[in-house]
């Protein structure tokens, strides 16, 4: 069995604590209370009655607040804080819904059925109905009297059933079944050759199976229990406890625990378990906490089984997110599983029906005295005197055990006054166990894909890929991701008696494909980095990433499970934040396709580098893959290399034949040694605008062609194709010349109206906060549908006329519209005056007059753009946004999700959406 810790460098719960917690305002990532667990269930089934549809909750959480929006809370803690909303995933009709609640109005401001591959987290309710179902089965019945087994102690536990290639496939789980007589190690006892198949949806076998007939190993020697041991029995040892008389040296207040120089928010969530939010250290020459890590959490477990056999194949587990690290977290035994000087805390989740379900004792929080050391040093070169300092090592621990199955994972959060934070997990429990025909090694001639433990049991080959979120916040939120080369350097010019010596060579990822990092390939050390924070010598302020023993996973990469585990490919991956990309293995795992996973997140060739621009540091986000080439192990086209983004536009000898009758500079450009950033950025440099156009044409052409050829066409000649290249570049010029800006009429609507398909309507609205000196700018862009594609909520200089503030905000807002990538705009704004300005065709020689003139010029190579007046009733959210501005210092941006402060003004718009 191989095990590996994973980390997760991607940007981008929660509990209710029930001793020695003070009284406390609800923080934002406070996890949801059982009240609230039971006001979200009373708000769905209000919507959805029982009576008429049976609901099922998957998963309830909290859905937590966009981080900008957090950190803007934290500048001002006294503040009111962010509207509490949960995020539901419930099973409706046999379809899966994802469910937004708000929980201050009580109603529902999403409602979205999702379509895409997967199912959601199983719950524990479904899958003990499921392994009752045996029980009444007659088929079942008589293959366990064939066996001459008695069906009162027979128990039965479910296997998620993966993907292997199938286009669709319905909500069903497998069961295998165990003997309990004699022992309650079950997983000791298997009754092999029996598989039932029970779809979840209908709660029935659909399937049923009794393929061979394995004699079930003896219960002799398999029991666990401390009270059924039998003589001669192991070492006793001592018992020791650690006394602390003054009580525990930490503090809770609410989520938040203190220590020594330590803050941090501890949550719970039922698919992750433990969360470690907001984790700052103190500095005692800055009196200030210091920021290290926002959010923290394991992302996903993958276990894949290495046994191909028909009752094995497909145990290939996703432990968090099929089955939920959260929802099986068990309760802690004091002075066993924790020390005497720990404080346990609760947990809550919902159940499938929705009610809350308390964990006791879920989590335990102690003082380790280990006997370790920390740091020390004895000095005796200073004549006469002996220097003796030594620094024990105690740290704080945050316990919980999540018992998945047959493994017990111990995971363990360390914090240490030395400023590090420790990541720990522990497996036990009992080995998923086969049964076999041999009762010796000398029987076996076969590859029987494990280990003879004992009598007729094989102990199966596996693995456990863990997997961490951690957004990294080391001393604010610019930080940058750098690798430092260990590199060796030759002396060759004899001015050393040396012959070598290593040095560092530092390297800062551009780029999410700089940052894949695979342990083990070359020496370095990996440290994330404040480039705009300094040490007093000059050092970039940075934390680094210590890992620990490094095995990578073995299967083919174009086998199913690796597929869907492809984000154990790597040991460390960077990517921006995303509030919807925390899960490795995708929001729905059971029966996933490996389509929505952190390595195809990653496929993007995102710039991830911080840059200072001015006195602001931004984060650099551009994408240049629009079009995904999902690695595969050989080309489909030529049968000779690996297929990936570049090989497939670029390097492929199928795609050279085209670029071969292509413009003449493109033909002499060498087709090996790049990545795809490295190939874009020597086409940029040599490449005037229409010939880069013309590559991009081309490309897309190749994309095109390769896809037909997947499906099982032909790819076309390479000449037609040159052609065809030539002549889409050609209409997309005269298009280019023939695009002209609308003068609309301005036109009053009393509600929000909808912009045709395929075009973004755009409203903006200022505010003027004459009292603290600035303007407060809203912007939201909308589709045909009213969904919610980008918004904005910014402050600005300060006017004090009204239409410049308001031609001020429009050009704002579009410069936000363009940087998020719409050009094809309906724009509404509330002021009549400046609505005209901007649609008459002749000069403005107002005192905003160049203003109008700069958004005039940002339609010149748009395909059109309309503009008009709408009245305050079909402007709300983005007043809401203007008015919030007044609680920010930076500028907020939301991109495809609905923004906290408009909550209620996007509700309001759907109530009356295109009356």
Same mark, same amino acid.
């Not at 099922?56 to 929006?69: N, S």
């Not at 803690?77 to 949960?86: D, E, I, Q, T, Y």
């Not at 929980?103 to 009752?132: F, M, N, W």
């Given at each position: 069995m191989a095990s590996t810790l994973k980390l997760i460098l991607f940007l981008?719960?929660?509990? /209710?604590?029930?001793?020695?917690?003070?009284?406390? $305002?609800?923080?934002?990532?406070?996890?949801? #209370?059982?009240?609230?667990?039971?006001?979200? *269930?009373?708000?769905?089934?209000?919507? =959805?009655? &029982? &009576?008429?549809?049976?609901?099922?909750? $998957? =998963?309830?959480?909290?859905? +937590?607040?966009?981080?900008?929006?957090?950190?803007?809370?934290?500048?001002?803690?006294?503040?009111?804080?962010?509207?509490?909303? !949960?995020?539901?995933? !419930? *099973?409706?009709?046999?379809?899966? /819904?994802?469910?937004?609640?708000? %929980?201050?109005? *009580?109603?529902?401001?999403?409602?979205?059925?999702?379509?895409?591959?997967?199912?959601?987290?199983?719950? %524990?309710?479904?899958?003990? !109905? !499921?392994?009752?179902?045996?029980?009444? =089965?007659?088929?079942?019945?008589?293959?366990?009297?064939?066996?001459?087994?008695?069906? &009162?102690?027979?128990?039965?536990? #479910?296997?998620?059933?993966?993907?292997?290639? +199938?286009?669709?496939?319905? *909500?069903?789980?497998?069961?295998?079944c165990f003997y309990i007589d004699g022992t309650v190690n079950l997983y000791a006892r298997t009754v092999e050759g029996i598989t039932l198949v029970v779809d979840l949806d209908e709660m029935k076998i659909v399937e049923y199976n009794d393929r061979l007939i394995v004699p079930v190993p003896k219960a002799e020697g398999t029991e666990y229990r401390e009270s059924k041991q039998k003589p001669p029995f192991g070492p006793r040892l001592n018992g020791a406890a650690l006394v602390q008389p003054d009580g525990p040296g930490f503090k809770i207040d609410g989520h938040t625990v203190s220590w020594v120089n330590w803050k941090f928010h501890l949550g719970f969530d039922v698919r992750a378990g433990p969360i470690i939010s907001l984790a700052s250290i103190y500095d005692l020459e800055k009196q200030k906490y210091r920021q290290v890590l926002y959010r923290g959490f394991i992302s996903e477990l993958f276990v894949p089984y290495m046994d191909p056999t028909e009752e094995w194949y497909y145990k290939t587990f996703f432990d968090s997110g099929e089955f939920g690290f959260g929802q099986s977290a068990v309760s802690l035994k004091p002075l066993a599983d924790c020390p005497a000087n720990a404080v346990f805390l609760d947990a809550y989740y919902a159940s499938s029906d929705g009610t809350p379900v308390k964990i006791s004792n879920a989590f335990c929080i102690f003082e380790n005295h280990a006997g370790s050391i920390m740091w020390r040093h004895t000095e005796t070169s200073i004549p006469g005197e002996v220097i003796r300092e030594v620094r024990p090592d105690v740290s704080l621990v945050v316990r919980m055990v999540a018992t998945v199955g047959n493994y017990d994972y111990i995971i363990d959060w360390e914090f240490k006054p030395s400023g590090s934070i420790k990541l720990g997990i522990g497996l036990t429990g009992i080995l998923e166990m086969k049964g076999v025909i041999y009762t010796h090694t000398d029987q076996i001639k076969e590859n029987v894909h494990g280990t003879l433990l004992a009598e007729n049991t094989i102990g199966v080959y596996h693995d456990h890929f863990l997997t961490y979120y951690l957004d990294l916040d080391v001393d604010g939120e610019d930080n940058s991701f750098v690798k430092n080369n260990l590199e060796t350097i030759k002396v060759t010019n004899h001015s050393s008696p040396r012959k070598s010596y290593w040095t560092v060579v530092s390297e800062i990822a551009k780029t999410e494909s700089d940052a894949r990092i695979q342990f083990g390939l070359k020496p370095a050390e990996l440290v994330v980095v404040n480039p705009n924070k300094k040490t007093k010598v000059g050092n970039n302020v940075g934390y680094r990433l210590i890992p620990g023993s490094a095995t990578h996973p073995l299967l083919s990469h174009n086998d199913y499970p690796q597929i869907r585990g492809a984000f154990t490919n790597n040991d460390v991956w960077v990517t921006p934040y995303n509030k919807s990309e925390k899960w490795a293995g995708g929001l729905y795992v059971d029966q996933s396709q490996g389509d929505d996973t952190l390595a195809v997140w990653s496929l993007s060739c995102v710039f991830i580098v911080v840059s200072k621009v001015g006195n602001r540091v931004t984060l650099q986000l551009s994408s240049y893959a629009k079009q995904r080439v999902v690695p595969e192990s050989l080309c489909h086209c030529c049968q000779r290399e690996p297929e990936d983004a570049v090989h497939a536009i670029w390097g492929c000898g199928a795609a050279q034949d085209i670029w071969a009758g292509s413009l003449t500079v493109l033909q002499k450009i060498r087709t090996n040694h790049y990545d795809f950033l490295q190939l874009f950025e020597l086409l940029a440099d040599r490449l005037d605008t229409t010939e880069l156009e013309h590559f991009f044409i081309q490309s897309w052409l190749i994309c095109n062609q390769r896809n037909v050829v997947v499906h099982g066409g032909q790819m076309k000649d390479p000449r037609w194709l040159n052609k065809r290249a030539a002549k889409l570049l050609d209409e997309y010029k005269k298009a280019q010349a023939r695009m002209v800006i609308s003068n609309a009429t301005p036109r009053c609507r009393s509600y929000w109206q909808a912009p045709a398909q395929d075009v973004y309507k755009l409203n903006f609205d200022v505010t003027i906060f004459s009292d603290i000196n600035c303007l407060g700018v809203g912007a939201i862009v909308r589709n045909h549908e009213g969904e919610v594609m980008a918004t904005m909520s910014a402050k600005g200089e300060f006017v004090h006329n009204s239409n410049e503030a308001e031609v001020l905000a429009c050009r704002k807002a579009l410069e936000f519209a363009m940087e998020a990538g719409f050009s094809n705009l309906v724009i509404k704004g509330d002021n009549s005056n400046v609505m005209r300005a901007l649609s008459a065709p002749a000069v403005n020689n107002s005192l905003y007059g160049h203003v109008v003139d700069d958004i005039r010029s940002y339609f010149l190579g748009w395909q059109s753009v309309g503009l008009s007046c709408v009245k305050r009733e079909g402007n709300m959210v983005a007043h809401s946004l203007a008015r919030y501005a007044r609680n920010i210092v930076e500028a907020l941006f939301w991109m495809e999700d609905e923004p906290s402060p408009a909550v209620d003004a996007l509700h309001y718009d759907r109530l009356h959406f295109n009356e």
């Open positions: 981008l719960l929660s509990f /209710h604590i029930f001793s020695l917690v003070s009284s406390h $305002q609800h923080h934002p990532l406070d996890s949801l #209370t059982p009240s609230e667990f039971t006001l979200v *269930r009373t708000i769905v089934n209000k919507t =959805y009655p &029982s &009576s008429k549809l049976n609901i099922t909750f $998957q =998963y309830i959480g909290l859905d +937590e607040p966009d981080k900008p929006i957090i950190l803007s809370w934290l500048s001002n803690p006294k503040s009111k804080p962010p509207p509490r909303r !949960a995020f539901v995933i !419930a *099973r409706l009709d046999k379809q899966s /819904h994802e469910i937004i609640v708000d %929980l201050s109005t *009580r109603v529902i401001v999403s409602d979205k059925v999702y379509h895409g591959h997967g199912y959601p987290l199983l719950t %524990l309710d479904e899958q003990l !109905a !499921a392994v009752e179902l045996p029980q009444t =089965y007659e088929p079942f019945i008589e293959s366990i009297k064939k066996r001459g087994l008695n069906l &009162s102690e027979v128990v039965c536990s #479910t296997f998620t059933i993966g993907w292997f290639g +199938e286009l669709k496939s319905k *909500r069903v789980l497998k069961l295998l």
